[in-house]
């Protein structure tokens, strides 16, 4: 059957909260004190609360349904955050891992996400109506795949180094900031740099103040490392 959590609730131990045919409804605050971790195993989890854990990790293994806006939060320290199926809803998404890792399993599809962990973990496509913004590391993990990474409708941020493995992969967005020396973007397979918009301009060099053109500024383009099949921007 499902389960659901309509009051908010606090664990002090590893928990797993699980239903092998059913569905799992996050109504209110899940909190993990001490050395509590937090599983949530169902066909599908609806979030529509927050999770946060002292340092502790956060794994729902199938898919997530976002009902609100929704934080998940292992703190500042080590706690990794899996999320292992499809991520959908028209909310924002924000993910702090510390200096733990992060780990998407399947593709993404909300109205914006931001990340905070020492590696973010992508085997699949990624898609926002708004911004994202990743701090920490980025790999791409799809492994010999066609991978994207879109904003329809705002930009994509990197803090921290990008690893495209050898995938081929797409960055979409309205501007897209890549990372810049000494942080650098890797990879073997082709890498395409898009606007979302066909009619917006592109700007390589230094930034234009007051453009809204998608900017690839000199740093940036010194981070691109050698060893991709191709590089395509446009």
């Known amino acids: 059957g499902n389960i659901a959590i309509n009051n908010p609730v606090e664990f002090k131990d590893p ?12 109504n209110s605050q899940i909190t993990g004190i001490s050395n509590a971790s937090i599983t949530l195993d169902a066909t599908t989890t609806n979030l529509n609360a927050n999770i946060t854990t002292n340092n502790q990790n956060i794994s729902i293994p199938k898919n997530v349904i976002l ?11 080590i706690g990794d955050i899996l999320l292992g199926g499809t991520v959908n809803g028209n909310h924002n998404l924000t993910l702090n891992a510390g200096t733990g890792n992060l780990t998407f399993g399947n593709a993404v599809n909300v109205n914006s996400l931001t990340t905070t962990a020492a590696n973010t973990n992508i085997a699949n496509n990624i898609t926002t109506a708004g911004n994202q913004t990743y701090n920490g ?24 180094n990008v690893a495209a493995g ?13 990372p810049e020396l000494p942080t650098t973007t890797t990879g073997t397979g082709n890498l395409t740099i898009q606007p979302a918009n066909a009619n917006r301009d592109i700007t390589l060099g230094n930034e234009i103040a007051g453009t809204l053109n998608l900017t690839i500024t000199s740093a940036e383009i010194a981070g691109l ?10």
């Not at 928990?15 to 996050?26: A, F, M, Q």
């Not at 590391?137 to 921290?160: A, R």
């Not at 050898?166 to 890549?178: E, F, R, Y």
């Open 166 to 178: 050898n995938n081929n992969v797409t960055l979409t967005a309205d501007d897209i900031k890549l």
């Open 137 to 160: 590391d980025v790999n791409l993990t799809g492994n010999n795949s066609n991978q994207e990474l879109k904003s329809n409708s705002g930009n994509i941020e990197f803090n921290g």
């Open 15 to 26: 928990t797993t909260i699980k239903t092998p045919h059913g569905n799992i409804e996050i």
């Open 67 to 77: 009902g609100n806006d929704i934080n998940l939060n292992t703190g500042a320290s």
């Open 225 to 234: 490392a050698d060893g991709f099949s191709s590089i395509t921007i446009g």
